[in-house]
């Protein structure tokens, strides 16, 4: 079955400090990735999404996320990440992206607090 | 666009009771998906409803149900409630890349 592990629950980052957060998942076919913020008391915001082409896919607020096909990763990066940056963050993937009706499947979430 | 509207917001049942939630998707998505989401669990699958029929379902127990009506808008049935079922229930509609829209979620405790 397809998974997504997200290494890390929490990380620390201090203000204006560089972050990653890593995501894998199990599929070596031909997947679509999404990485979701969620901040306090609201639902899932879509941050960026690799469907195809360039490996460097480029979000919302500055994050970056790069497809690394070789090591099923897609791990999600800010340079200097803000206060307001504080949340918690889902890596997704649709693993049939050739069937509409795929199951989505999401990763347990990594909660980024930032401290000033 | 409108985003996803999710009704109620919040709201506190007590144990035996049931409760439905609903879910408007954006004007044109025909998918709706729900999903429960806890502390201790995560974001869990419940099920998806595309065109008034129910495509995929998650683990959940039968006193979870959805349905879906013709102008795509969804609600879903909570059962004989259990503390258990204290979480936020999100909404989501959906593209065929697999994207999702989620709205603001309806908070559920149970007493």
């Known amino acids: 079955a397809q998974s997504v592990t997200q290494l890390d629950s929490q990380v620390p980052v201090f203000e204006e400090a560089p972050v990653e957060l890593r995501c894998n998942y199990s599929?070596?076919?031909?997947?679509?990735l999404f990485w979701y913020v969620q901040y306090p008391n609201q639902g899932l915001q879509l941050l960026l999404k690799?469907?195809?082409?360039?490996?460097l896919v480029k979000g919302i607020n500055g994050f970056e996320a790069e497809f690394n096909k070789s090591q099923t990763s897609f791990h999600l990066r800010k340079p200097s990440v803000h206060i307001s940056d504080t949340a918690e963050y889902f890596c997704?993937?649709?693993?049939?992206?050739?069937?509409?009706?795929?199951?989505?499947?999401f990763g347990s979430g990594t909660r980024l607090s930032i401290r000033p | 666009k409108a985003g996803v509207t999710q009704t109620p917001r919040y709201l506190i049942k007590t144990r035996g009771q049931q409760v439905t939630l609903s879910c408007s998707p954006i004007?044109?998505?025909?998918?709706v998906s729900w999903y429960q989401q806890t502390p201790g669990q995560g974001l869990q699958f419940l099920f998806e409803?595309?065109?008034?029929?129910?495509?995929n379902k998650g683990n959940f127990p039968g006193r979870f149900s959805g349905r879906q009506f013709s102008n795509s808008r969804s609600e879903m049935n909570v059962s004989t409630l259990e503390l258990g079922d204290s979480a936020l229930y999100l909404c989501?509609?959906?593209?065929?890349?697999?994207?999702?829209?989620f709205g603001e979620g309806s908070r559920l405790t149970v007493l």
């Open positions: 989501a509609s959906r593209l065929n890349t697999g994207e999702l829209f």
């Open positions: 599929s070596s076919v031909s997947v679509y």
């Open positions: 690799y469907l195809s082409g360039s490996t």
């Open positions: 997704a993937v649709n693993p049939d992206p050739y069937s509409s009706a795929s199951k989505i499947i």
């Open positions: 004007s044109g998505h025909r998918s």
């Open positions: 409803y595309f065109s008034e029929t129910q495509r």
